[in-house]
């Protein structure tokens, strides 16, 4: 299974307005999940990263992440990213 999300808004009339999906292979299976941001939900959301990712520890290992990123992308370890095969 692969999540594949798709990103839209509610307009005036409740509906569901979808931004232009992913093609899938015919006869795919998917299952559609909604859920509801409150801008509140959305505040206290990024109020929790905030915090987390100004901790001295998140910054060190998200340090050495991007080191090693950078390290593997030199090597020639990484692969190009292709976002229609997402």
């Known amino acids: ?13 409740g509906q569901i307005i979808l931004e232009t999906p992913i093609n ?10 909604v859920e509801q941001i409150t801008p509140e939900a959305e505040a206290a959301d990024n109020a929790r990263w905030d915090e987390l990712l100004s901790r001295a520890e998140s910054i060190r290992v998200l340090e050495e992440w991007g080191a090693q990123a ?17």
């Open 70 to 86: 950078l390290a593997d992308d030199e090597a020639g370890l990484t692969e190009d990213l292709d976002p229609d095969t997402l």
């Open 24 to 33: 899938l292979p015919p006869g795919e299976e998917v299952e559609i999940v």
């Open 1 to 13: 299974m692969s999540l594949i999300v798709l990103r839209g808004h509610v307009n005036e009339a």
